[in-house]
């Protein structure tokens, strides 16, 4: 059994926290995504959002628990760079449906050249307002977490 101190047990609660919060807003934002760049979807498209939305739970969401699990210092990314490529699953369904890629800017086609339907989020709130304070809560303990092992490594 590995022993944490409180405040990597803190961290742990934070981090579970915004896990099942992501879980819980992925199926919604893949539909919102597509329901963004097709307003008027037919049946079909929103039955292949509504299971993109199931898949992107089922695959980018255990992903992102099982990278928030990690100990921060073997995490190799972090869940809104893994959310920003989950745009895929509304991805799929858009070019299925035949929708017209958007116009983006240079940093935009740049840093995220996948994303032709401009869905990348800039931050967990872009996904799900109900993401927001979780989101700053965990990135807040790990950052606090993180300085503190600086810290003790400095003293050693």
Do not use: C
Not at 54 to 76: K, M, V
Not at 103 to 132: G, I
């Amino acid at each position: 059994m590995v022993h944490m101190n409180e405040d990597e047990a803190a961290l742990a609660g934070y981090a579970e926290a915004l896990a099942t919060a992501i879980d819980h807003a992925l199926p919604g934002w893949v539909e919102r995504s597509v329901a963004r760049r097709l307003p008027e979807p037919s049946a079909e498209v929103r039955s292949a959002a509504t299971e993109a939305g199931r898949r992107a739970r089922s695959e980018l969401g255990s992903q992102i628990r099982e990278l928030l699990a990690l100990d921060i210092d073997r995490q190799p990314t972090n869940p809104l760079e893994m959310l920003r490529r989950g745009v895929r699953y509304a991805t799929e369904v858009l070019v299925g449906a035949g929708a017209p890629p958007v116009e983006r800017d240079a940093f935009a086609e740049r840093n995220f050249p996948d994303d032709r339907f401009d869905l990348t989020p800039a931050s967990f709130a872009d996904v799900d307002p109900a993401l927001h304070i979780p989101g700053l809560e965990w990135g807040a303990a790990k950052a606090h977490v993180h300085l503190q092992r600086r810290r003790a490594d400095g003293q050693r």
